[in-house]
């Protein structure tokens, strides 16, 4: 079966400093991932997704994640981080059947002053 | 565009009770999918339609979940009866096409509690 995992419960970075939130996944077959941000009382945000090509995929407000077929790892990154991205993060995966997503558990992101 | 809308935000009821959500999806939205978001856990999907058919239904406790989308455009999910492991957030989502490509776009969501 298709899945992620987040190591990461939460991620505690300062504002203007680079952030990293982790993600491996486990497939059969070429990989399909995404990144969703989920703001309180919101509903899920796509952020970016790598289907095929480039490795590093840019993707909303200054995210970007570097797919790495080696480590099996999507990780999300931002090269300065602002108070306004503390939210929680989900990596997903697409489903063999019927192109549904496989979310991992979520990573809590503090971004502080 | 308008979003995905879904209603009602919120409801409170006591276990045996039922409920139902509705959803509306993206104009042009072929693909609607129904996720059920356990707090502290990703989303975990419940049913799949494509246009008015099931594409995959495989997580959705059929003894007491339904789902219908008649017209190929909105949605209803029922919970009949509830229990309390059912409290969580339910999510509508839909997609431009079926192809696996395609990002699904989120509606807020419904938070059930069951009492």
């Known amino acids: 079966a298709q899945s992620v995992a987040q190591p990461e419960d939460q991620v505690n970075v300062a504002e203007g400093n680079p952030l990293t939130v982790k993600c491996t996944y486990s497939?059969?077959?070429?990989?399909?991932l995404f990144w969703y941000v989920q703001y309180p009382n919101r509903g899920l945000q796509f952020l970016l997704k790598?289907?095929?090509?480039?490795?590093l995929v840019k993707g909303s407000y200054g995210f970007e994640a570097e797919f790495n077929k080696s480590q099996t790892s999507f990780h999300l990154k931002k090269p300065s981080a602002l108070v306004s991205d503390s939210a929680l993060y989900f990596c997903?995966?697409?489903?063999?059947?019927?192109?549904?997503?496989?979310f991992g558990k979520g990573t809590s992101l503090l971004v502080t002053p | 565009e308008a979003g995905v809308a879904q209603s009602p935000r919120y409801k409170i009821i006591e276990k045996r009770q039922s409920v139902a959500f509705w959803c509306n999806p993206i104009?042009?939205?072929?693909?609607l999918y129904w996720y059920q978001q356990i707090l502290g856990q990703g989303p975990k999907l419940l049913i799949q339609?494509?246009?008015?058919?099931?594409?995959?239904d495989s997580q959705l406790p059929k003894d007491r979940f339904s789902a219908e989308r008649l017209k190929g455009v909105d949605s209803t999910l029922k919970i009949q009866p509830a229990k309390l492991e059912d409290s969580a957030v339910y999510l509508c989502?839909?997609?431009?096409?079926?192809?696996?490509?395609?990002?699904?776009?989120f509606g807020p969501g419904t938070r059930l509690t069951v009492l």
């Open positions: 997903a995966v697409r489903s063999n059947s019927g192109y549904a997503l496989n």
């Open positions: 104009s042009g939205h072929a693909t």
């Open positions: 497939v059969s077959g070429n990989p399909y």
């Open positions: 989502a839909s997609s431009h096409a079926f192809t696996s490509s395609n990002e699904q776009f």
């Open positions: 790598y289907i095929t090509g480039d490795n």
């Open positions: 339609f494509q246009n008015n058919g099931v594409v995959d």
